[in-house]
């Protein structure tokens, strides 16, 4: 018992897994994993000063045995005097229903009994078994199968689950065994005589993860003994790389991912990304893809998918890639943009509807913020008259308000718009601008215009009319994307 203590307490000062104040719920299925993790948790409960509560699973998968292994667990907690939940489910059906296997459905479905305990008794952390070799197997098994640089990092021994519930309240997952091998578990429980349950399904090698717990590993640690001890210590490191390039992705897709002007898509601008790193290019464009797909899940996005994005963007204009679900991301003029599966143009929806600019301050439109301001001289070293010299702002644009009549307002596309294209008043169709520029046809109808009557005054995100166009001592007025004015421009 000193030597496990010692060691779970080591690794929990490490991660600050068990501080004063917790409120820890412990997985227990009745195994030797969860029966030692309770012990130990039961002996550092007044030592740490934390509350300790159960909770048991019966998944419905093995019958008989099944419920023997619940008895197993309600006498356990009521000998150790620990307050046990128990949640009865049948897993076999579920999965049946999703379309997916046993295994699978009876994980999720254990972690959401986890977190809903958690959250009915006040628990902010949930304390799992996973040990050593459990480590070592799950980086074996991601190796095996083509994971990312992530899933090599094995299992995090500490892992924030969110804030949850009405009060916001953070909730961790925690492993205080993973740095503790599985047959000092087993040797700790046989020389203190505490018994433990088995489950069969865990000798069955049609399980991928049990043919390398009982053949690969036992093969790899005939060569070393001590080869769920370095994989281990090789996941730390490659956890530790991970994180980082993790902040440097965050920090490289704040500057060069937006939101596109017409709602629910994203933009990659193209000049800021071949800036980078290929490493992080392909980081990032992992991060464009969960910004358009539902939920932000990249459960069906491989490596494939990436590098299709990779050559895409090295392509002429107008070419295009598809997305896993129906998504898309279209090649144009400096950027991507990345179209949501089902995405479909809605601008009936009340976010879309019109919005009339009469005076200065913010207003929502798309879903997006905008700010407008009135000046009566627009400054500028030019003599007055003359056209200004203005800094170029994708999302910033300086009007004139002399050229405009009472009425102006925010809407998206309506039949018979044009913008003015040169100095003599020559117009052009604002469906041939979108043909021009290779906007995408779903996305038309949610692309944000500034407009007085059909006479389009901006188109947000693009060019403006010539029409408006400001000279240096006209009054004007300046229309500001707020949410898009604060990034790096890309045009």
């Given at each position: 018992m000193?030597?496990?203590?010692?060691?779970?307490?080591?690794?929990?000062?490490?991660?600050?897994?068990?501080q004063?104040?917790d409120?820890?719920?412990?997985?227990?299925s009745?195994?030797?994993d969860?029966v030692?993790?309770?012990?130990l948790?039961?002996?550092?409960?007044?030592?740490?000063?934390?509350?300790?509560?159960?909770?048991?699973?019966?998944h419905?998968?093995r019958?008989?045995?099944?419920?023997s292994?619940c008895?197993?667990v309600r006498?356990?907690c009521?000998?150790?005097?620990?307050?046990l939940?128990?949640?009865?489910i049948?897993?076999?059906?579920?999965?049946?229903?999703?379309g997916?296997?046993t295994?699978?459905t009876a994980?999720?479905?254990r972690?959401?009994?986890?977190?809903?305990?958690?959250?009915?008794?006040g628990a902010?952390k949930?304390?799992v078994?996973h040990?050593l070799?459990d480590?070592?197997e799950?980086?074996?098994?991601?190796l095996t199968?083509?994971?990312?640089l992530?899933?090599?990092?094995?299992?995090?021994p500490?892992?924030?689950?969110?804030?949850?519930?009405?009060?916001?309240r953070?909730?961790f997952?925690i492993r205080?065994?993973?740095?503790?091998?599985?047959?000092e578990?087993?040797s700790?429980?046989m020389?203190?005589?505490?018994?433990?349950?088995?489950?069969?399904?865990?000798?069955?090698?049609?399980?991928?993860?049990?043919r390398?717990?009982?053949?690969?590993l036992?093969?790899?640690?005939a060569?070393?003994?001590?080869?769920?001890?370095?994989?281990?210590l090789?996941?730390?490191?490659?956890?530790?790389?991970?994180?980082y390039?993790?902040r440097?992705?965050?920090?490289?897709?704040?500057?060069?991912?937006?939101?596109?002007?017409?709602?629910?898509?994203?933009?990659?601008?193209?000049?800021?990304?071949?800036?980078?790193?290929?490493?992080?290019?392909?980081?990032?464009?992992?991060?464009?893809?969960r910004?358009?797909?539902p939920?932000?899940?990249?459960?069906?996005?491989?490596?494939?998918?990436?590098?299709e994005?990779?050559?895409?963007a090295s392509?002429?204009?107008?070419?295009?890639a598809?997305?896993?679900?129906g998504?898309?991301?279209?090649?144009?003029d400096?950027?991507?943009?990345f179209?949501?599966?089902?995405?479909?143009?809605?601008a009936?929806?009340?976010?879309w509807?019109e919005?009339?600019?009469?005076?200065?301050?913010?207003?929502?439109?798309g879903?997006s913020p905008?700010?407008?301001?009135?000046?009566?001289?627009?400054?500028?070293?030019?003599?007055?008259?003359?056209?200004?010299?203005i800094?170029?702002?994708?999302?910033?644009?300086?009007?004139?308000?002399?050229?405009?009549?009472?009425?102006?307002c925010?809407?998206t596309?309506?039949s018979?718009?044009?913008?003015?294209?040169?100095?003599?008043g020559?117009?052009?169709?604002?469906?041939?601008?979108?043909?021009?520029?290779k906007?995408?046809?779903e996305?038309?109808?949610?692309?944000p215009?500034l407009?007085?009557?059909?006479?389009?005054?901006?188109?947000?995100?693009?060019?403006?009319?010539?029409?408006?166009?400001?000279?240096c001592?006209?009054?004007?007025i300046?229309v500001?994307?707020?949410?898009?004015?604060r990034?790096?421009?890309?045009?």
């Open positions: 000193d030597f496990l203590l010692r060691r779970t307490e080591e690794l929990a000062d490490r991660y600050g897994m068990l004063a104040g409120h820890i719920l412990a997985g227990v009745g195994g030797a969860s030692c993790l309770l012990y948790l039961r002996e550092l409960a007044p030592r740490r000063d934390f509350l300790l509560e159960a909770v048991h699973v019966e419905g998968i019958g008989a045995e099944s419920e292994d008895v197993f006498e356990l009521a000998r150790l005097e620990i307050p939940s128990v949640e009865h049948r897993v076999p059906d579920l999965a049946k229903a999703l997916q296997g295994e699978e994980r999720e479905e972690y959401r009994i986890f977190l809903e305990t958690a959250l009915k008794t902010n949930i304390a078994a040990n070799n480590q070592a799950t980086v074996l098994w991601n199968r083509g994971s990312s992530r899933g090599l990092g094995g299992i995090r500490v892992r924030s689950l969110g804030k949850k519930g009405g009060e916001g953070e909730i997952l205080p065994l993973i740095g503790t091998r599985r047959r578990i087993e700790f429980l020389e203190k005589g505490i018994p433990f349950c088995t489950d069969r399904t865990n000798e069955d090698l049609e399980i991928t993860r049990n390398i717990r009982l053949s690969v036992p093969e790899l640690e060569l070393n003994s001590r080869t769920a001890e370095h994989i281990s090789a996941a730390e490191q490659l956890r530790e790389t991970e994180d390039l993790a440097q992705t965050a920090k490289a897709a704040g500057e060069m991912i937006r939101s596109g002007p017409e709602g629910g898509t994203k933009i990659l601008l193209l000049d800021r990304f071949f800036r980078e790193d290929p490493l992080i290019r392909r980081r990032v464009l992992r991060e464009c893809i910004g358009v797909m939920g932000g899940s990249l459960k069906d996005v491989g490596r494939v998918h990436v590098e994005l990779l050559a895409l392509m002429s204009c107008g070419k295009a598809s997305l896993p679900g998504g898309r991301a279209v090649r144009e400096g950027i991507l943009r179209i949501p599966p089902g995405f479909a143009a809605e009936a929806r009340e976010e509807m919005v009339p600019l009469r005076e200065e301050g913010t207003f929502s439109f879903g905008y700010r407008c301001a009135f000046g009566s001289l627009f400054p500028g070293g030019n003599a007055p008259g003359s056209p200004a010299v800094e170029q702002k994708r999302y910033t644009k300086w009007l004139s308000y002399d050229t405009m009549g009472a009425y102006l925010m809407r596309r309506r018979g718009d044009y913008l003015i294209v040169n100095a003599s020559g117009r052009q169709k604002l469906k041939d601008y979108f043909i021009g520029c906007i995408p046809r996305i038309r109808d949610r692309i215009l407009a007085q009557g059909s006479h389009i005054l901006w188109v947000v995100g693009g060019r403006i009319s010539e029409g408006a166009r400001v000279k001592g006209d009054p004007y300046k500001v994307k707020e949410d898009e004015a990034l790096p421009d890309g045009g």
